[in-house]
C-alpha cells in the first residue's frame, strides 16, 4: 500500500492509497457538509443537493450520467448524514479514470429547475419510505430529541413541509457555499496510476474558484430527555438510547468504539448475554457515532410491547454496573480481536478502504495506514476504558421510545 | 485473479470445496445444511429459524457462554440464515484463526448442546423475530411474495408461522435435525487465504464418522399466481411483482441475467427510467433474480405512496411486456459490462465467493469458474435473449401489496 496525496492551487486535496494487487478502484468525492450545516428553512436540502447531482451537469442530462456509470461497469452511490455528504463508485481498474473524470462534472452540477421538481416527489417518497421503517423512525426522533437545539438534531431528509417549500435557488446558494475547494476531498483507493488520476482530477477541478467553506462547532452533551410515542401501525417496541461521548478527532475513540462493542455487539456482549441471549429481546445493539467535535454512543432495542420496562431496568442495571465493576481483560480482548478482524475484512476491498481513508482525511486531515489503526486498537487498555467511563458516563441518556397505541 | 477451485469429497458423501484468493489474509467459509424451510414437517413452520439460534447454545461439551466466548475470540464474524432448503451458516476471519473455527462449527453442526432450557429461549426469539416483521412491511412484502409465487413448501417464509412456533417442542427440533443434518448432502465452502490438505484432513476427522441418511424429496403444490393484499396502516403501499423464468441449470440462464440487467441493473435500467426518473413515481424500486433448484422468477419491490400505487404498478408491469419487442446494442452493452464488472468486484470479497461456491455446487453440480461465467456472459445476443423471451414470456405475475390501499393487478 503506498499512500499519496496532492494539493491543488484551489485547495483541493487529493489523496490515494494504491494497491496494486487489488482487482478494482474506487473514487470518491467527500464533501464535508449535511443537515448540521442547513438552517431550519431549508433544511433537508443537502440530501436533496445530493440527489439532484445525479441529474447531471451543463453539458449532461440525467439519463447521460446514469448511461455513463452504467457504460463503466460502476457500482456507484452517495450518502449523506449529519455532517458529510459521499459520492463514490468502485470499477475495474482500466474505468476508474472515465468515472473520476464524470464525478468531476457532476460536482458542478446544473440544477435544472425541471430535474429539481420532478426529484422533489423522489425526496417525499424517501420520507414515506422511512415512515414505515420504526428502527430508522426511532434513531431519526432519538437524534433531535438528544441534540435539541443543537445543530446535529437536524432531520438529513428534512420534512415534508421543509422539502416542499425548498426552491431551487436555495439550493444553488446552498450549493455554492458548501461545495467549496477547501470543504471537497477526492479519494482514490485500490489498483490505479497516481499521476494519471490526478491529471483528471486537476483538469475536472483546478478551474474551481476558491471560496473557504467552515463549520460552526460547538461541543453538546445532549438533552437526557425522554420521549415515548405511540403509532397506531406498530407492533414492537423500538427504543434508541443516546448518550454523550467523544469526537472523531480525540484519541480515545478507539476507546469508545471499543467501549460500544463490549456492551452493545450482536454477539457476546453485556446487552447480548441479558437481553438477546435470554430472549428478552429481539435485538440490543449499541455503536458509537464518533462526529465532528461531538460523539453519541446509539443504543438501539426492539422488544415485545410488554418487554419495555422489563428491557429499560436490565439497561439501566448494565450501564450502573459499568460504573462500579471494572471490565475484565478477556471481554476487552474480545472486543478487540472482532474489531481487528472486521478492519482486515473490509479493508481487503478497495470500496471498503476508500471510506475509511477519505473519512480519516475529512475529520483529521492525515494519512492513518491499516497498521496504525490496528496499532491503536491493540494498545487501547483497560485504564482507558475506565477513564472514558469516568469522564463520559453512560447515564443519564437521551431516550426515545416507539410502540403500539 | 486466481481460477482454481479446489474440490474435495468425503467417503460419506460430504463436498468441499475451496477458492484460493491469494491478495487477502482473511478467510471466509460456508455451510449448507439440508434443513431449510420447505424440508420440514407442514406443523413445523419455523423449526429452522429455531435451530439455527439453539445449535449456537453449547456444543461439544461447551456451554453456551464458553462456545460464544471462544467464537468470539477467534474474532470471527458469523452469520446464520435459513433459505428454502438450506440453513446456512457462515463465517469471516482472519485466516491464522480459520482451523480453529472450522473445529467449533463442526462441534455446532454435529454435536450441539440442544439443551431444553435454552430451547425456550431460541423459540421465544424465532417469535419475537416474527412479530417485529409486523412493523418492516417492506420485507414482509418481499418474503410473502416468495411464499405466493412458489408452490408451497418451496416458498416458505424462513420466519415460520405463530402457531407452528408456539408448539414446536424441543423433541420436534431434534428430530428434525437428526433426519435432516444429512451429511452426505452438506456442503462446506471456504474461499481465501487457506491451506487445502490442512483443511481437508480436519474435516476428515471431524466429519468422516457420520453415516449419510436418506435423501428426502418434496413434494410442491399446484400454485396459481394471483394477486394477494394486505390491509397495513403505513405511509407507502408496498408492491411485490414476481414472474416465472428459467432456472441456472438452464441453457437460457444467461438470457435471462441480460433480461434482468436490462430491466433494472444500474440507474439507465428501463424500470428505474420509467419509474423513478420520468415519473417521479418511487424511491425504492427494483427487479432481481431469484432462484431455487426447481423453479425460478424476477422479483420486482416498489415502495410509493397511495396515490401513486396503481400507476407504479401498471408502468413495471409494461416494463415487463415491452422487453420482448426488442433491445439495442448499447442496452445489450451495458447489460453484459454490469453484469462482468459486478462479478469481479464481488470476486474480491471472500464472504461472497464461499457462498457463490457452495449455492453453485448445489446448484449446478460444479463451481462455475469466473472465466467460464465471463465467456457465457459474452456469448449473448440480442437475437439469443429475445428467442428467450418469447420461449418465456413474461404474462403471469404473482403481485403482492401491504399497505393502506389496493391496486388493480393486470
Not at chain 1, 421543509?162 to 426552491?167: D, F, H, I
Not at chain 1, 467553506?213 to 438533552?223: L, P, S, V, W
Request: glycine share 6%.
Amino acid at each position: 500500500m503506498e499512500f499519496k496525496h496532492k494539493k491543488l492551487a484551489n485547495s483541493l486535496d487529493i489523496i490515494a492509497e494504491v494497491n496494486k494487487d487489488a482487482q478494482s478502484a474506487a473514487v470518491g468525492f467527500f464533501v464535508r457538509t449535511g443537515a448540521r450545516d442547513e438552517t431550519d428553512k431549508i433544511n433537508g436540502t443537502s440530501h436533496y443537493l445530493e440527489h439532484m447531482l445525479f441529474k447531471g451537469a451543463d453539458s449532461l442530462s440525467a439519463h447521460d450520467v446514469n448511461r455513463c456509470f452504467d457504460d463503466l461497469g460502476a457500482q456507484y452511490n452517495a450518502h449523506t448524514t449529519e455532517e458529510n455528504t459521499v459520492y463514490y463508485s468502485a470499477t475495474l481498474p482500466q474505468q476508474l479514470y472515465e468515472a473520476a473524470k464524470l464525478w468531476c462534472q457532476l460536482m458542478r452540477p446544473a440544477i435544472r429547475d425541471d430535474d429539481f421538481n420532478m426529484e422533489k416527489n423522489v425526496i417525499l417518497e424517501e420520507i414515506a419510505m422511512y415512515k414505515d421503517l420504526p428502527d430508522f423512525d426511532v434513531r431519526e426522533n432519538c437524534r433531535a430529541l438528544h441534540f435539541g437545539s443543537h445543530p446535529c438534531g437536524k432531520s438529513v431528509l428534512g420534512s415534508v413541509e421543509s422539502v416542499k417549500a425548498l426552491t431551487s435557488e436555495q439550493m444553488r446558494e446552498y450549493f455554492g457555499s458548501r461545495y467549496t475547494p477547501n470543504n471537497v476531498t477526492a479519494a482514490v483507493a485500490g489498483n490505479f496510476d497516481f499521476e494519471k488520476i490526478c491529471d483528471c482530477i486537476q483538469a475536472g477541478c483546478a478551474d474551481w474558484q476558491p471560496k473557504h467553506a467552515d463549520r460552526k462547532k460547538e461541543y453538546f452533551a445532549g438533552t437526557a430527555k425522554k420521549e415515548h410515542q405511540k403509532r397506531k401501525n406498530l407492533t414492537c417496541r423500538h427504543i434508541c438510547l443516546m448518550s454523550p461521548t467523544v469526537s472523531y478527532q480525540d484519541q480515545r475513540s478507539y476507546a469508545a468504539a471499543l467501549l460500544a462493542k463490549i456492551i452493545g455487539d450482536d454477539t457476546g456482549s453485556r446487552f447480548f448475554w441479558q437481553l438477546v441471549d435470554t430472549a428478552v429481546a429481539e435485538t440490543a445493539t449499541m455503536h458509537c457515532e464518533a462526529m465532528d467535535g461531538v460523539g453519541a454512543y446509539y443504543s438501539y432495542i426492539r422488544t415485545a410491547e410488554e418487554n419495555g420496562s422489563k428491557v429499560m431496568q436490565i439497561v439501566e442495571d448494565i450501564f450502573k454496573s459499568l460504573q462500579k465493576e471494572k471490565i475484565s481483560a478477556p471481554e476487552l480482548q474480545k472486543a478487540k480481536n472482532k474489531v481487528l478482524s472486521s478492519i482486515t475484512i473490509k479493508n481487503e476491498i478497495p470500496m471498503g478502504r476508500l471510506i475509511e481513508l477519505g473519512f480519516n482525511w475529512v475529520y483529521l486531515a492525515q494519512y492513518r495506514p491499516i497498521e496504525d489503526e490496528i496499532q491503536r486498537i491493540k494498545e487501547v487498555s483497560l485504564d482507558d476504558l475506565t477513564a472514558l467511563l469516568r469522564d463520559f458516563p453512560l447515564m443519564p441518556f437521551t431516550q426515545f421510545s416507539l410502540g403500539p397505541e | 485473479m486466481t481460477e482454481r477451485t479446489d474440490i474435495h469429497k468425503l467417503a460419506n458423501g460430504m463436498t468441499i470445496l475451496g477458492i484460493p484468493m491469494t491478495q487477502v489474509q482473511s478467510a471466509a467459509f460456508d455451510f449448507l445444511l439440508p434443513a431449510g424451510a420447505s424440508v420440514v414437517p407442514d406443523d413445523c413452520c419455523g423449526a429452522p429459524a429455531v435451530i439455527c439460534d439453539w445449535i449456537f447454545r453449547g456444543a461439544g461439551g461447551r456451554t453456551s457462554r464458553e462456545l460464544t466466548d471462544m467464537l468470539d475470540g477467534l474474532g470471527l464474524h458469523r452469520g446464520s440464515s435459513v433459505k428454502s432448503k438450506h440453513i446456512n451458516l457462515s463465517a469471516a476471519l482472519g485466516a491464522d484463526n480459520l482451523l480453529k473455527a472450522v473445529e467449533l462449527y463442526a462441534d455446532i453442526i454435529l454435536n450441539p448442546a440442544l439443551n431444553s432450557e435454552q430451547f425456550d429461549f431460541s423459540r421465544q426469539l424465532a417469535l419475537h423475530e416474527l412479530s417485529s416483521l409486523q412493523d418492516d412491511p417492506m420485507h414482509k412484502t418481499m418474503l410473502l411474495l416468495r411464499e405466493h409465487f412458489y408452490p408451497d413448501p418451496l416458498g416458505r417464509s424462513p420466519l415460520g408461522c405463530q402457531k407452528d412456533l408456539q408448539n414446536l417442542t424441543a423433541q420436534m427440533c431434534k428430530q428434525i435435525i437428526s433426519e435432516n443434518f444429512n451429511i452426505s448432502e452438506i456442503i462446506f465452502a471456504v474461499a481465501g487465504k487457506y491451506d487445502f490438505k490442512s483443511l481437508c484432513s480436519l474435516l476428515e476427522k471431524l466429519f468422516s464418522s457420520e453415516k449419510p441418511k436418506k435423501t428426502k424429496n418434496i413434494n410442491p403444490k399446484k400454485q396459481s399466481l394471483v394477486y394477494h393484499h394486505q390491509q397495513y396502516d403505513g405511509a407507502q403501499v408496498h408492491i411485490g411483482i414476481m414472474t416465472p423464468t428459467v432456472t441456472p441449470q438452464s441453457a437460457d440462464y444467461y438470457n435471462a441475467r441480460v433480461a434482468v440487467a436490462i430491466l433494472s441493473d444500474g440507474t439507465s435500467s428501463r424500470i428505474f427510467t420509467e419509474v423513478r426518473e420520468k415519473r417521479g413515481l418511487c424511491y425504492a424500486v427494483g427487479a432481481s433474480y431469484h432462484s431455487l433448484k426447481e423453479m425460478a422468477g424476477i422479483g420486482c419491490y416498489a415502495g410509493t405512496t397511495p396515490d401513486k400505487a396503481q400507476q407504479t404498478y401498471d408502468v413495471i408491469i409494461t416494463e415487463f411486456k415491452k422487453l420482448a419487442d426488442g433491445l439495442s446494442e448499447d442496452e445489450l452493452k451495458r447489460a453484459k459490462i454490469g453484469l462482468k464488472s459486478s462479478l469481479i468486484m464481488q470476486s474480491e470479497s471472500t464472504i461472497a465467493r464461499a457462498q457463490a461456491a457452495a449455492m453453485d455446487y448445489y446448484m449446478l453440480g460444479k463451481v462455475r469458474s469466473l472465466d467460464e461465467i465471463k465467456q457465457q456472459i459474452e456469448k449473448i445476443s440480442i437475437q439469443s435473449v429475445l428467442k428467450y423471451l418469447k420461449n418465456n414470456t413474461f404474462e403471469k405475475f404473482c403481485s403482492i401489496t401491504i399497505g393502506p390501499a389496493k391496486i388493480k393487478p393486470q
